[in-house]
């Protein structure tokens, strides 16, 4: 098992750079297929009916999920609590911290996402900071 771990985990903390919606989608399915402890996402209300399938594996192994979504969700499947759309914040929020190892600040705006994923912890502890501000009314 640390051997998989350690193979999708850099050595070294790394910053990616997103810049497409189909971008953010393959991180975030990528990250919350392997997620052995805890997810935790903040995402437009459209993400949630792609994520669905992703959320399978984790949700049967009893990874904690914490999802919030920016919009009403009309899926049966996920239990996801709606936030208001916060004002200080460029677009909508997608942001995202998978097992306190790797995670998404990002913004959607149209059709368009940009952000940065990451492996740093500092980046790490900013998108936890971020999610629990905009989701404290929740």
Do not use: K, M, Y
């Not at 392997?34 to 792609?50: K, M, Y």
């Amino acid at each position: 098992h640390r051997e998989l771990e350690a193979l999708a985990v850099p050595a070294t903390p790394a910053l990616v750079e997103v810049n497409s919606s189909r971008a953010a989608l393959q991180l975030l399915q990528h990250d919350i297929a392997r997620a052995d402890d805890s997810v935790t996402l903040l995402a437009p209300a459209e993400a949630f009916p792609l994520l669905v399938p992703t959320f399978r594996r984790p949700a049967s192994r009893g990874v904690t999920l914490r999802l919030f979504s920016v919009g009403a969700v009309a899926s049966p499947a996920l239990d996801v609590t709606e936030v208001p759309a916060p004002d200080a914040w460029p677009g909508v929020p997608l942001c995202c911290v998978v097992d306190g190892r790797s995670a998404l600040v990002a913004s959607r705006s149209g059709n368009e996402v940009v952000g940065h994923w990451s492996s740093a912890p500092t980046i790490i502890a900013a998108a936890r900071l971020t999610i629990d501000a905009l989701t404290r009314t929740a």
